[in-house]
């Protein structure tokens, strides 16, 4: 059974400053890797999706990393700002069929102006 | 497009209630997802939904759940009787493609509380 696991569970940084959050997942034969953005009282809103035969994608001041042998992805975020507090997500698409996506349970991210 | 509608937004009721929740779907997309997210468990797949159909129900903790696609624009998510450990927030979500892989889209959640 695929497992997703996110590390710390909450981060605290300065404005300005550059920041990675990890995300695993237990099973390498994945189909994709989603990162999410979720604020307090809302829904999530897709950041950036990640195809197995890619390394990595990027968006304005993100950049998702995804290295399937070793069951790992990054997210960086580059000059943080206060406006990028939220709670970040991953999820991945296991390589076995229309199956559905397998979140973690998220890292709380917030940049202190 | 509104995006994925949820309703309602906040549901407060009495153990034993029956609760429905609603979700109206991005016009075009074939999957529809419910999704529940709590502290502890974070984000659970409930059931889904392609072309109106459930795919895969496996996730539903136990026969007080119940929900239905009656149209490609509508679905419900049914708790009958309601417990306090059913208390979370609630969320739809959509896609389209011929796979489950492609770009989710959420509703903003209902938040469930049963006293």
């Known amino acids: 059974k695929q497992e997703v696991t996110q590390i710390p569970a909450a981060l605290s940084v300065p404005e300005g400053e550059n920041l990675v959050l990890n995300c695993s997942f237990t099973d390498s034969a994945i189909y994709n890797l989603q990162w999410f953005r979720q604020d307090p009282g809302k829904g999530l809103t897709s950041l950036l999706l990640i195809q197995s035969s890619q390394r990595e994608q990027t968006s304005g001041r993100l950049n998702a990393s995804l290295d399937k042998s070793s069951g790992r992805s990054t997210l960086y975020i580059a000059a943080s700002q206060p406006g990028d507090s939220a709670t970040y997500l991953c999820a991945v698409v296991v390589n076995s069929g229309n199956t559905p996506l397998v979140f973690g349970k998220g890292t709380r991210l917030s940049v202190i102006a | 497009d509104a995006g994925v509608i949820q309703s309602p937004r906040h549901e407060v009721t009495e153990m034993g209630q029956e609760v429905t929740l609603r979700c109206k779907p991005i016009s075009g997309h074939d999957y529809l997802f419910w999704y529940r997210q709590t502290m502890m468990r974070g984000l659970e797949l409930l059931i889904y939904f392609n072309n109106n159909v459930p795919i895969d129900d496996s996730g539903m903790p136990e026969d007080r759940f119940s929900a239905k696609m009656p149209n490609a624009s509508f679905s419900t998510l049914k708790i009958q009787p309601s417990e306090p450990r059913d208390s979370a927030v609630y969320f739809c979500?959509?896609?389209?493609?011929?796979?489950?892989?492609?770009?989710?889209?959420f509703g903003s959640g209902t938040q469930l509380s049963v006293l």
């Open positions: 979500a959509s896609s389209s493609g011929t796979t489950v892989e492609g770009k989710l889209f």
